[in-house]
């Protein structure tokens, strides 16, 4: 029975000793022996099994993949003193395991080293500039509605609404710049770490600033619109002139042919009492005798009139 649980025993240690002795490395990530605190060889950068002395040395396994660093927001002051938040991220990987594990350890490590690099170039660097600078992106043209604004105007009203003049857009030549002089202070370190790319993630202005914008803003938008409503007043006045005008033609048109109209009644009215006038001269004289008497007598009305009168001639004969 004792014999029994010695082979046991020796077997179950064998198992452990051989289960130590080997290690896994998966395809995305690479691994440094470490023995007694101390690496030992190169990286192991091939993914499989790996052989190593149990209980003496240890695996640390190590990311090829690309990583992301994430920077803390913060508020950075320009040379035209005013102040803007910066949120920034980067993406790296590891170069060197074995030179990574030397210096920094672990990932944590690096990022902490990141953190130090990255923030102060970020910080360094915009301070350098004024605010249109780190704000723009580019000296493009901008177009509001129909009105073109060149880039040196665009750029002078970002600067004015931030208490500057009119500067070119460099917020794409300062990412660059940053990440130009990260990598370089990277490969001056020699951390075993290298800089993908880093990206500005979010640029905002201060609570200040950003009043001062909106008012440049809402100034802007009111000029644009004053001039719309000047563009409608001068087209309504237009049309309004063109239908007086047309109004006026229209009239004058209508005026000239009731003239004419009326002038050939007339002329007709004075045919028609010509032809009367020439058959019977004397019944014309009474007809219109009778309409002036109509015209003129009433009910109350009194009229002296001579005994040569034309107008008493008929009234003898009714005596």
């Keep these: 029975m004792n014999r029994a649980v010695v082979i046991v025993v020796i077997v179950a240690m064998v198992l452990l000793v051989l289960g130590g002795a080997v290690f896994t490395v998966p395809e995305w990530q690479q691994a440094i022996v470490v023995q007694l605190g101390n690496p030992v060889g190169e990286p192991i950068t091939e993914a499989g099994l790996h052989f190593k002395i149990p209980l003496i040395q240890k695996v640390h396994l190590f990311e090829k993949r690309v990583l992301e660093w994430d920077g803390d927001p913060e508020v950075v002051p320009t040379n035209d003193s005013k102040f803007i938040y910066v949120d920034t991220f980067a993406r790296w990987r590891v170069s060197n395991a074995l030179t990574m594990y030397k210096k920094v350890v672990n990932e944590r490590g690096a990022q902490a080293r990141l953190d130090d690099i990255l923030d102060g170039l970020v910080r360094d660097t915009l301070s ?32 004015r609404a931030a208490g500057t003049g009119g500067v070119k857009g460099l917020r794409d030549e300062l990412t660059l710049e940053i990440t130009a002089a990260a990598q370089a202070k990277l490969a001056d370190l020699d951390l075993g770490i290298e800089l993908v790319d880093l990206e ?4 905002d202005y201060t609570d200040k600033v950003l009043r001062k914008v909106y008012d440049r803003m809402i100034s802007q938008q009111l000029r644009i619109a004053e001039k719309y409503r000047a563009l409608g007043q001068g087209k309504k006045a237009e049309i309004a002139g063109q239908l007086t005008e047309e109004s006026k033609t229209i009239q004058s048109e209508a005026y000239r042919k009731a003239q004419e109209i ?11 009492y010509a032809r009367a006038y020439q058959r019977d001269p004397e019944f014309y004289r009474l007809v219109e005798t009778l309409r002036t008497y109509e015209a003129t007598l009433d009910e109350k009305g009194v009229l002296l009139l001579s005994t040569d009168s034309e107008l008493y001639r008929y009234l003898k004969r009714l005596r």
């Design 128 to 159: 350098a500039h004024s605010l249109p600078e780190i704000v723009r992106s580019s000296d493009r043209e901008m177009e509001l509605g129909e009105e073109a604004i060149t880039s040196e105007e665009s750029a002078a009203a970002e600067g």
């Design 200 to 203: 500005i993630k979010r640029l």
């Design 262 to 272: 009326l002038g050939e009644g007339e002329a007709e009215a004075t045919r028609i």
